[in-house]
């Protein structure tokens, strides 16, 4: 091989390398003209939709009940006031209204993706009508969701680009107003394909969202995440996710339906043929971060671990756990809930 075309194959070999580097990277926007987000805590309140509350007799309408955690729903406990309601993502304040105060915001897809399920009833779902979009990262799958529309412009199946519209923001779903328009945004994992079994077994209410019922969907705190990829636009989920705490553990029985170690490899410490089971580590939020084989067999979701606390487990988790320190266990929706993770077992 002569020194040029050796030279042309090197050349062709690190621009490909270059491009698969750049192709790995995630590429994501905010969903709205709403950017107040980025330009610091004292804006705020220009970014989250306020929620309305009414705390022992006193009404307040607190904008950071529109942020993701644990930030409604207070109540007054020994170790002081604890914020019991989860909200799994954002809601984004709306900037453009007609003469009417009808919301007229444009929701875009924060990535590239594939429209995977629109809900266009509004009673469907406490998302009121909502999208969600597949993303493919680094060979594992992850969703955003768009909730409260008033308008959906996709449908299933359609191929959509980072920063295409998609909607229009709207109040759909319970409990909302003109005056509290806004969009719901998430940024999810998923449980399980079998997700729609399991719910038959343990609700007696219709599921009229597939597989992208919110229940199956774990969601990160996107809004962290933006703000972080800001500064690190390498970032991926997987180091995002391995800055949270271990909240607990629970062991489940080893399963060929297992869908989570399948769609997130990246969660698996060990690897091993002769597991008997796997120990899952999950956020106070519920979400998933790690996942180690073991050699002992359970024949239920089994806690293994959880953080030391004063405070009742039933107030820092999502129903998932109850008590105190050695005393906490999971509840029955926890249990039903890990089940879940290996379902059909």
């Known amino acids: 091989m002569t020194p040029p075309v050796l030279a042309i194959l090197l050349a062709l070999i690190a621009s490909s390398t270059a491009s698969l580097a750049e192709n790995s990277r995630i590429e994501i926007s905010l969903p709205t003209d709403n950017d107040a987000l980025f330009r610091g805590p004292a804006a705020a309140g220009e970014f989250y939709q306020y929620i309305e509350r009414d705390f022992h007799g006193e009404k307040s309408t607190p904008w950071e009940g529109g942020r993701y955690g644990f930030v409604r729903n207070p109540v007054s406990t020994g170790q002081g006031l604890i914020y019991t309601r989860f909200h799994e993502g954002i809601d984004i304040r709306c900037l453009h209204r007609d003469a009417r105060g009808e919301p007229l915001d444009d929701v875009r897809a924060i990535a590239d993706g594939k429209v995977v399920h629109t809900n266009p009833v509004p009673g469907y779902s406490n998302y009121g009508r909502y999208i969600v979009i597949e993303h493919d990262w680094d060979g594992s799958p992850y969703y955003s969701l768009y909730g409260h529309l008033s308008e959906i412009a996709v449908s299933a199946g359609q191929r959509v680009n980072r920063g295409e519209r998609i909607a229009r923001m709207g ?10 328009a ?12 079998n997700f729609e079994s399991w719910h038959n077994r343990f609700f007696r209410d219709p599921n009229h969202n597939g597989i992208y019922n919110g229940i199956n969907l774990a969601g990160l705190d996107i809004a962290r995440f933006f703000l972080e990829h800001e500064k690190r636009p390498d970032l991926t989920v997987p180091e995002f996710l391995a800055e949270e705490e271990t909240f607990y553990k629970v062991t489940v029985p080893e399963s060929p339906h297992f869908d989570l170690r399948k769609f997130y490899p990246w969660m698996v410490k060990n690897v091993s043929a002769n597991a008997k089971s796997w120990e899952v580590s999950f956020a106070r939020s519920g979400v998933p971060l790690a996942i180690e084989a073991r050699s002992e ?49």
């Open 171 to 180: 109040y759909s779903g319970e409990g909302l107003n003109q005056a509290r």
């Open 297 to 345: 067999p359970v024949a239920q979701p089994t806690l293994t671990y959880v953080k030391k606390t004063a405070i009742n487990c039933t107030y820092l988790t999502r129903d998932e756990l109850a008590g105190i320190g050695e005393h906490a266990h999971l509840t029955e929706n926890g249990v039903r809930l890990m089940q879940l993770l290996t379902w059909p077992e």
């Open 182 to 193: 806004h969009v719901h945004l998430e940024l999810n994992l998923m449980f399980n394909r």
